[in-house]
């Protein structure tokens, strides 16, 4: 996965390793009391990923159009 977003931000870098465990956290979720609070914490943390993934992509799309 490093080469994968070497360009991109460490931020970014610590969202992407961290979307495999959430993703376990919301499988197991289901068996759990407080699923419908744990599922709401992991979908605040897709928006958070994707939305930091299409700024981070346009950013580095958009400079690379510059420096071509």
């Known amino acids: 996965m490093k080469k994968l977003f070497a360009s991109?931000?460490?931020w970014?870098?610590?969202l992407a390793y961290l979307a495999?465990?959430?993703i376990t956290i919301e499988i197991v979720s289901?068996?759990?009391f407080l699923a419908d609070l744990?599922?709401?914490g992991?979908?605040?943390f897709y928006v958070i990923f994707f939305a930091t993934f299409?700024?981070?992509s346009l950013?580095?799309?958009i400079h690379d159009l510059k420096t071509k």
Do not use: D, N
Request: some cysteine; glycine content about 12%; hydrophobic content about 45%.
């Open 54 to 56: 299409l700024i981070e």
């Open 30 to 32: 289901f068996l759990m």
């Open 42 to 44: 992991c979908a605040v």
């Open 20 to 22: 495999g465990p959430i």
């Open 59 to 61: 950013s580095h799309g």
């Open 38 to 40: 744990l599922q709401l």
């Open 12 to 14: 970014f870098r610590g």
């Open 8 to 10: 991109y931000s460490k």
